[in-house]
């Protein structure tokens, strides 16, 4: 246990060292928000882009990963849905935002040093198969569950998921994937100036990202209804990874470490995502937005308590 601690505590120490900055104002307040788009639309699309031009033959079908982590997402959507309904007795109108923020993870600035960290190069191009499925697969789910809490089924919940759907084609994460992968196809190869530039900065985007994200941290308040953060730390940090790792390894045949990737990129805290997706419709803004912060802190235990057990279970974390 103490050796993965001390895998992922780097990690968690860059996230304190930017909270700490922005807290004491060492940082000005404007630098998270801006560093976390420098990363989110040049840095992080040159790693993947590099990850999928470079790649090898896929160990298996990508669609048996995006299967068991699109079940998994259906399987805690569902349970977080009834429990706002029916534990909570919240309006059928805040569901989606909860059962968002019970799945949406921070698989992006937090995801990727800590997977690349446990599995090494080999888990490159699950990480990319999964930030791709993320972003595509929630966000129109929530869109149209929240379209269909307040208006019901209509032109408008369609159309307001096809709007959805072509913001996301816009998105530089996906675009870095689809354009990577292309890429490959075409036997081009990347010339070695380029494969320089590109490394360069991509090896910038774990550092920048980490820091980015504690100095955004440091904005979100802890205010809510506190059974509600707890239904979505909850979910988020235990329910989710143990699904998508049963489905992983019992339903879908993932190899170990397709299998570790899945159950590590959905231990993630809450991601950012969630609280925008919450102030966008104005529902449940509080218990997230104390949910993103909050299970943050709290992931530094999960996640090693995550990479234990799958050490436990014989899947190759690295160590």
Same mark, same amino acid.
């Given at each position: 246990?103490?050796?993965?601690?001390? =895998?992922?505590?780097?990690?968690?120490?860059?996230?304190?060292?930017?909270?700490?900055?922005?807290?004491?104002?060492?940082?000005?307040?404007?630098?998270?928000?801006?560093?976390?788009?420098?990363?989110?639309?040049?840095?992080?699309?040159?790693?993947?882009?590099?990850?999928?031009?470079?790649?090898?033959?896929?160990?298996?079908?990508?669609?048996?990963?995006?299967?068991?982590?699109?079940?998994?997402?259906?399987? @805690?959507?569902?349970?977080?849905?009834?429990?706002?309904?029916?534990?909570?007795?919240?309006?059928?109108?805040?569901?989606?935002?909860?059962?968002?923020?019970?799945?949406?993870?921070?698989?992006?600035?937090?995801?990727?040093? $800590?997977?690349?960290?446990?599995?090494?190069?080999?888990?490159?191009?699950?990480?990319? @198969?999964?930030?791709?499925?993320?972003?595509?697969?929630?966000?129109?789910?929530?869109?149209?569950?929240?379209?269909?809490? =307040?208006?019901?089924?209509?032109?408008?919940?369609?159309?307001?998921?096809?709007?959805?759907?072509?913001?996301?084609?816009?998105?530089?994460?996906?675009?870095?994937?689809?354009?990577?992968?292309?890429?490959?196809?075409?036997?081009?190869?990347?010339?070695?100036?380029?494969?320089?530039?590109?490394?360069?900065?991509?090896?910038?985007?774990?550092?920048?990202?980490?820091?980015?994200?504690?100095?955004?941290?440091?904005?979100?308040? =802890?205010?809510?209804?506190?059974?509600?953060?707890?239904?979505?730390? =909850?979910?988020?940090?235990?329910?989710?990874?143990?699904?998508?790792?049963?489905?992983?390894?019992?339903?879908?045949?993932?190899?170990?470490?397709?299998?570790?990737?899945?159950?590590?990129?959905?231990?993630?805290?809450?991601?950012?995502?969630?609280?925008?997706?919450?102030?966008?419709?104005?529902?449940?803004?509080?218990?997230?937005?104390?949910?993103?912060?909050?299970?943050? $802190?709290?992931? $530094?235990?999960? $996640?090693?308590?995550?990479?234990?057990?799958?050490?436990?279970?014989?899947?190759?974390?690295?160590?």
């Amino acid at each position: 246990m103490l050796a993965i601690f001390m =895998l992922v505590a780097p990690v968690f120490g860059l996230i304190a060292i930017g909270w700490c900055a922005n807290r004491v104002r060492y940082i000005p307040d404007e630098a998270g928000p801006l560093l976390s788009q420098f990363a989110f639309k040049i840095l992080i699309p040159a790693l993947l882009f590099r990850a999928m031009a470079t790649m090898a033959p896929p160990a298996q079908s990508p669609w048996l990963l995006a299967g068991a982590y699109a079940a998994g997402v259906i399987i @805690i959507w569902i349970a977080a849905s009834l429990a706002t309904l029916l534990a909570l007795s919240r309006p059928a109108a805040d569901a989606p935002a909860v059962a968002f923020a019970s799945v949406f993870g921070n698989g992006l600035l937090l995801g990727i040093p $800590v997977i690349l960290s446990a599995f090494g190069p080999e888990a490159a191009t699950p990480i990319a @198969i999964l930030v791709t499925c993320d972003s595509i697969l929630l966000w129109m789910l929530g869109t149209l569950h929240m379209e269909l809490a =307040l208006r019901g089924v209509g032109i408008g919940s369609l159309a307001s998921t096809a709007r959805t759907v072509l913001d996301l084609l816009r998105n530089p994460i996906i675009a870095a994937v689809i354009i990577g992968t292309l890429w490959r196809w075409s036997g081009f190869g990347l010339p070695e100036v380029l494969d320089k530039l590109i490394l360069l900065l991509g090896g910038a985007a774990i550092p920048v990202s980490l820091t980015a994200l504690g100095m955004t941290l440091a904005r979100y308040k =802890l205010i809510g209804q506190t059974p509600t953060l707890l239904l979505i730390v =909850l979910l988020k940090l235990i329910a989710f990874p143990a699904v998508a790792l049963w489905l992983g390894i019992t339903v879908f045949g993932l190899t170990p470490v397709w299998a570790g990737v899945l159950a590590v990129f959905t231990s993630m805290p809450v991601g950012a995502n969630a609280f925008i997706f919450a102030s966008r419709y104005e529902r449940a803004v509080g218990s997230v937005s104390a949910a993103v912060a909050v299970s943050t $802190v709290i992931a $530094v235990m999960t $996640v090693t308590a995550t990479l234990a057990v799958l050490q436990t279970l014989g899947l190759p974390v690295r160590v």
